[in-house]
């Protein structure tokens, strides 16, 4: 396998676990890779950990650092997941690769346990180099990671990332950007654009949502 597959599947994503409640029992990873996250998780929370892995090699590495692996596809998969009782469900840079991320979404609400919550790391489409491309050079170029991952099927902003959440059933409790751009020029490009600007600085939102109870 190739060095830069590997990096793709495996990531711990500590910026993410910060969201994990301390308090979770039992989390699932849709998209859980080769489970550093969840063995990362498990470490801070001692929760009980779940996986659904589509690549059947990946998901194999992932078999002997969580508690439970699911190989195939979330939609294929959702049925024969309890309902009730996840205390977090996480989606990491997953929900941009589904055909329908909605739907999955609204499925999964019936797997939450009672305060259960959803985290989902969520490109940013607005991102400020993606927008230089677009705007400057005039170039929407699919690549084999990032914002542009060729496999992307959908793009996100931080606005339309709420109303994914909302469609399907789903009240956000918070949404933070992480993996920042540090630079000075960014700075004064914020400044100078009376921060209009303010959310391209961020690779990916992360949001955390929990099931709305009136919908």
């Not at 399907?168 to 100078?192: D, H, P």
Request: aromatic content about 12%; some cysteine.
């Amino acid at each position: 396998m190739r060095k830069e597959t590997i990096n793709y599947y495996s990531q711990t994503r500590p910026e993410v676990a910060a969201f994990v409640p301390i308090i979770t029992k039992s989390i699932i990873d849709i998209g859980c890779s080769d489970g550093d996250f969840l063995q990362f998780v498990k470490k801070q929370t001692g929760a009980e950990t779940w996986g659904i892995e589509s690549v059947p090699e990946i998901a194999e590495e992932a078999r002997n650092k969580i508690d439970h692996i699911l190989i195939g596809k979330i939609e294929e998969l959702i049925s024969s997941l309890p309902d009730g009782y996840f205390d977090c469900i996480s989606f990491n840079d997953v929900l941009e690769h589904l055909i329908e991320p909605t739907e999955v979404l609204k499925m999964m609400r019936h797997k939450l346990s009672e305060n259960g919550v959803v985290i989902a790391s969520i490109p940013n489409v607005r991102y400020f180099f993606n927008l230089r491309d677009l705007l400057i050079y005039r170039d929407w170029h699919y690549i084999g990671n990032g914002i542009l991952d060729s496999t992307h099927l959908r793009f996100f902003t931080r606005k339309s990332m709420k109303r994914m959440f909302e469609d399907a059933g789903y009240k956000i409790t918070s949404q933070v950007g992480i993996n920042k751009i540090v630079s000075w020029k960014f700075q004064l490009l914020y400044f100078l654009t009376l921060g209009i600007l303010g959310d391209t600085k961020y690779l990916q939102f992360v949001c955390v949502a929990k099931s709305n109870k009136s919908v």
